[in-house]
């Protein structure tokens, strides 16, 4: 009986210890609490936006505090694990059941602790806090100011720019970098950081450890608070400024790479890959100072990649030899031109290519010419992005580089045009103008502005460049003209042909070529050399051009636009010059037609109609090539066979090419 009542005895006074620790001598005492700040906000601005709490016990205890007020409660976790008897952590004001911030008022702050006995402290009054609002609190992230803002990385240097920044609230923070199209480029090492001043640094590499290429990088900071109470594991973004790369090493400097590679060379100057069984092939070698990764590339004149003959493979410090057969990606012929060797080097993250001058001239395969007579395209944009064969590879042309016109057909709002010797490619018509013959000085005509006027439009209309224009007027090529303005435009008169001139056929020639060079009809020459216009020319052949016989004057018919018309069309459709179209109707050739419209066409007496012949695609073949081939148009060869002009031809197609 002793027994039962001293067991109840024991339990009532431990369940009094719960709830007066005072009672129990063993229960932990609390020793000190404090607060760095006992008026917070959710963020701050004035005040400061968490609060530091610290609470000493006697013994070692763990739980957590009530903040009690305003209608609400929310709990501060010290350690709900291990015993200690020193707390310490950062807080905001927060709310974790609403998920919201605390409202502004004054709080009451309880302690509710466990001891190692389990012995509890439930609702031990700590002090007070006050909450307040602010109208323009601090950002978490703050003060970010890169230094240098504009940096050049520079290959195998250590340098990095420092990303200064304040913190405001104690968090875990990434720097990570990102590239004008928003992908995250590099990411930085996760910290845990304090709040006050820090330094960040970044090296202007990626994430593979290559220095990255010229342009602007957006600075994006990731970051947790830890203040919260229980803090959140989805990270908020802190855009915070721009980096600019500039002048950076992206690709290994040529210094570097001359210290790698120390030379390489075809060694022959010319072979002829026609099938022949002779001189079908060339050889070529590099050597090699040191051990490296490298992929050996044959490049045409205009640096396009033609072919990889050797794929990226670790080669030893030496000389190495490879072999050439004179195809291309796809295994057809490469035209007739000059190659040269260019090598890719690997050395870790990093690559570079470097091109040496040692060529090998290409010969008896197909020849690649500009239209006759040779008209041309000058670059009018700083600098124009093209588009190069094989395979539509980038080129870069500067203002004021000048390109043959394969054709004055526009396709796709492009001209296609010579870039190099063997190489043909692409540019936008908005990029360039055509290029004229200069007039002679001295000769010069007024013309007075009407609305409308550009000067390219003055300078077609003269058959003189927009540059002769500009000298001549001393005018600021980018100001507008203004209607009325006086313009000298430089013009000359016309010199007087002879009636005939005898020229001699070369390789290459066909009648429509040589009608093209001396502006007279393929019928012209025909007729006054009593030719066969179905038999081949021959070289050494002679020939009388009648040059200055005077032209049938042009009737003219009347055409209405129908879908699908475009003034080169109509052109092609009448054998006129869209020029001649232009004039007769007074178009702006840069304008829309719309269907309906009705255009005058000065036509001539119907051309003897062509005949034809017949002819099987290969490997490579394209439509323009095939019209250089046969001396004829695309259009030409597009409206024979009812091809649509953008989809591919396919090898063995049957092509119907009109005669010229």
Do not use: C
């Not at 001598?25 to 609490?33: G, L, Q, W």
């Not at 009407?450 to 500009?470: E, N, P, Y």
């Not at 003897?608 to 030409?636: E, H, R």
Request: glycine share 8%; hydrophobic share 35%; charged share 15%.
């Amino acid at each position: 009986m002793k027994n039962i009542i001293k067991g109840f005895i024991t339990v009532f006074i431990m369940t009094v210890a719960f709830i007066h620790p005072q009672l129990a001598s063993a229960m932990a005492e609390v020793t000190s609490f404090g607060l760095s700040s006992a008026t917070v906000a959710y963020q701050g601005s004035n005040v400061p936006g968490y609060t530091t709490v610290e609470l000493q016990t006697s013994i070692p205890t763990r739980g957590y505090l009530l903040v009690v007020g305003n209608g609400t409660q929310t709990i501060i976790n010290l350690s709900t694990t291990a015993f200690k008897t020193g707390h310490k952590v950062d807080w905001v004001p927060w709310d974790d059941t609403k998920k919201a911030p605390l409202p502004a008022g004054e709080y009451q702050i309880k302690g509710y602790l466990t001891d190692q006995e389990y012995n509890q402290m439930q609702g031990y009054p700590l002090g007070k806090l006050t909450v307040v609002s602010e109208s323009s609190p601090k950002p978490l992230i703050a003060g970010v100011s890169p230094n240098p803002p504009m940096f050049s990385p520079k290959y195998g240097q250590t340098q990095s720019v420092q990303i200064p920044f304040n913190l405001n609230r104690p968090a875990e923070v990434q720097l990570t970098i990102r590239n004008q199209n928003g992908d995250e480029i590099y990411a930085g090492s996760k910290e845990t950081l304090a709040s006050g001043s820090h330094v960040v640094n970044w090296n202007g590499t990626d994430k593979t450890r290559r220095i990255v290429s010229d342009g602007n990088y957006e600075i994006v900071f990731k970051t947790i608070e830890t203040a919260y109470n229980y803090p959140s594991t989805t990270p908020l973004i802190w855009r915070s400024g721009t980096i600019t790369i500039k002048n950076g090493d992206y690709y290994i400097p040529v210094s570097r790479l001359k210290e790698i590679v120390t030379d390489a060379s075809f060694q022959s100057s010319v072979f002829t890959p026609d099938g022949d069984g002779i001189n079908d092939k060339t050889t070529g070698q590099f050597t090699l100072a040191e051990p490296v990764k490298i992929s050996v590339y044959i490049a045409n004149a205009a640096g396009a990649h033609v072919k990889n003959i050797v794929s990226e493979q670790a080669f030893e410090a030496g000389t190495h030899s490879f072999e050439w057969d004179g195809t291309d990606m796809m295994g057809g012929k490469v035209p007739n031109g000059s190659y040269f060797i260019k090598l890719l080097v690997i050395e870790g993250p990093n690559s570079g290519y470097i091109t040496f001058p040692s060529a090998v001239r290409v010969e008896n395969s197909t020849e690649i010419k500009s239209m006759q007579p040779v008209k041309r395209v000058r670059v009018i944009s700083d600098t124009a992005k093209m588009s190069v064969d094989p395979l539509g590879q980038g080129y870069t042309a500067v203002k004021g580089d000048t390109f043959p016109l394969m054709s004055e057909t526009l396709e796709n709002g492009n001209y296609i045009v010579l870039v190099k010797d063997g190489v043909t490619g692409t540019i936008s018509a908005s990029d360039v103008e055509i290029v004229t013959e200069p007039s002679a000085a001295g000769q010069t005509t007024k013309y007075t502005v009407v609305s409308g006027d550009t000067l390219w439009k003055i300078a077609q209309k003269f058959g003189v460049t927009t540059q002769a224009i500009v000298d001549a007027n001393k005018l600021d090529p980018t100001a507008y003209l203004y209607v009325g303005q006086k313009l000298i435009i430089p013009t000359t008169a016309q010199p007087v042909q002879p009636t005939t001139t005898t020229y001699t056929v070369v390789s290459g020639d066909t009648l429509w070529k040589i009608a093209q060079k001396f502006g007279v009809t393929t019928q012209a020459i025909v007729d006054t050399n009593k030719l066969d216009p179905t038999a081949y020319l021959y070289v050494g052949q002679k020939l009388i051009i009648p040059t200055t016989a005077q032209p049938v004057q042009p009737t003219t018919t009347t055409y209405s636009v129908v879908s699908g018309d475009m003034l080169w069309k109509i052109a092609q459709k009448f054998g006129v010059t869209t020029q001649a179209i232009v004039d007769a109707n007074k178009l702006d050739p840069t304008a829309y037609l719309y269907v309906g419209q009705k255009l005058i066409i000065p036509t001539t007496a119907q051309p003897v109609q062509p005949t034809t012949t017949t002819y099987t695609v290969v490997s490579g073949d394209m439509l323009w090539k095939i019209a250089q081939k046969f001396g004829v148009t695309t259009q030409a060869i597009v409206d024979a066979n009812k091809l649509d002009p953008n989809m591919y031809l396919y090898v063995g197609q049957k092509l119907i090419i009109p005669a010229k």
